[in-house]
Every structure is written in structure tokens, then in C-alpha cells.
């Protein structure tokens, strides 16, 4: 049973240009997070998804960031116009079950994003 | 809303002694309070876990308990070894269907 699979693992992207980190959630689990983790610093949550639904957005930017979970396929996290200050890692975590009734969330290895 | 405050940010220890580290949270809504382990370069890897319904709970040489009352929990390791080293997080739910994290402690264990 594979792991929570994300990638890329590195993305480099200039300002101005768009950036696409993928996720890949645990055979058998359906709600997906994703998070930031700036150097030095804890994770931050960012936003919650279900299949083809986002049940919570409270932690992310209003503007350039989205994200998605389609029927069929990966979750997409989604920055357009990407600043300098959106270099960090980000981690996408899947559970079996919604995280707020106990259950154990497994995370990816995270997509290290570094914008030039 | 949840805040978890995590101490010590550092935290060197010879090779077979115990290490510590404690977290206080806010929201007396929370009932789950997980703890990770992040290695250099990977994403957070889940060793333990404990729910409110329960104190202490063990996994060979790691524990961690709970005082709900005093709103904090301590993560405990025994027998350090060097693969022990590592950045730990401590989190708990937000009763709004995620995880806040504590800032993390790095954990040094010296041969």
C-alpha cells in the first residue's frame, strides 16, 4: 500500500509563472490536506478537500492559490504569479476519515518549491 | 481559534538518556493530539498519538501523555539512539477538520 505520493519533489519557477504541486492521497482514503512549512517553522494548513469538494479554505490566500480534488485523479494545489515569499515546502496529508474525529493523518514527502 | 505552543525548540541529549518536550494547546475542544517526526528533507512521519479519552499511552520507547485539565501534553523518549534525531512536532485538532502544529523541537542525540 503505497504512501500519501506528491510531486514533484523540487520545482523551481521564476516570479510571475505558475506553479502545479500534485497529490496523491493513500489507497482507501478520501480527504485530503494540504499544508506549508516555511524553513525553520511548523505546518501551517492551508486547505481541506473531499472528493470534488473543498470542505475548508480558511488557510489559504485569498488570491493566486487554488486547489482541487477531482473525481478521478490527483489533488492539485494550484499557485498562479508565484512571489518569491511563496518558497516553501508544501505537504499534502490524506486520513481515512475527516481529522477532526481523531483519525491519523499520513503525510507525502512534500513539494519543495523555491521561486528565482 | 487552536494555538499549540511546543518548548524547547532545541534539545541535545547523550546517546542513552531521555528526552522531553511539551506542548500546551488553547482550545479545550481539542481530542486528538498527534505527534511527528520530520528527518531532513522528508514530510512528517506519524509515531504516536493520543486522544483525550486516555493519559499515557506507550510504544516501546516512546510515550506520551495528556493532562486535559492543564490543557498540555509531553512527548517522552527513552534509550535515545542517534536515528532519534530529527525535528518533532506536536498538533491537535482543531475540531474543524485539521491539524495546528506546534513549532517543533529538534532533537539532538550526541553518540
Known amino acids: 500500500n503505497a504512501g500519501v505520493m506528491q510531486n514533484p519533489r523540487h520545482l523551481v519557477r521564476r516570479r510571475g509563472q505558475e506553479a502545479r504541486l500534485r497529490c496523491s492521497p493513500m489507497?482507501?482514503?478520501?480527504?485530503v490536506y494540504w499544508y506549508r512549512q516555511l524553513p525553520e517553522e511548523g505546518l501551517k494548513f492551508m486547505v481541506y478537500?473531499?472528493?470534488?469538494?473543498?470542505?475548508?479554505e480558511s488557510g489559504m490566500p485569498k488570491e493566486r492559490f487554488s486547489a482541487e480534488f477531482p473525481k478521478e485523479g490527483p489533488s492539485i494545489l494550484r499557485i498562479q504569479q508565484v512571489v518569491r515569499g511563496d518558497s516553501a515546502a508544501y505537504f499534502c496529508a490524506s486520513s481515512q476519515h475527516p481529522q477532526g474525529g481523531g483519525t491519523e493523518a499520513f503525510f507525502g514527502q512534500g513539494t519543495r518549491l523555491t521561486v528565482v | 481559534g487552536e494555538n499549540v505552543e511546543q518548548h524547547p525548540s532545541t534539545l541535545s541529549v547523550q546517546e542513552g538518556d531521555s528526552a522531553v518536550i511539551k506542548c500546551t494547546y488553547s482550545?479545550?475542544?481539542?481530542?486528538?493530539f498527534p505527534w511527528y517526526k520530520q528527518e531532513l528533507g522528508k514530510g512528517p512521519q506519524l509515531i504516536i498519538d493520543i486522544r483525550s479519552n486516555v493519559g499515557e499511552k506507550k510504544d516501546q520507547r516512546i510515550a506520551v501523555t495528556l493532562n486535559k485539565t492543564a490543557k498540555h501534553f509531553s512527548l517522552h523518549i527513552t534509550e535515545t539512539q542517534p536515528e532519534d534525531s530529527a525535528v518533532y512536532f506536536c498538533?491537535?485538532?482543531?475540531?474543524?477538520?485539521?491539524?495546528?502544529f506546534g513549532t517543533g523541537t529538534r532533537l539532538t542525540v550526541i553518540p
Open positions: 478537500l473531499q472528493k470534488e469538494n473543498i470542505i475548508d
Open positions: 498538533a491537535g485538532d482543531t475540531g474543524a477538520n485539521n491539524l495546528f
Open positions: 489507497k482507501g482514503h478520501s480527504h
Open positions: 482550545d479545550s475542544a481539542s481530542n486528538y
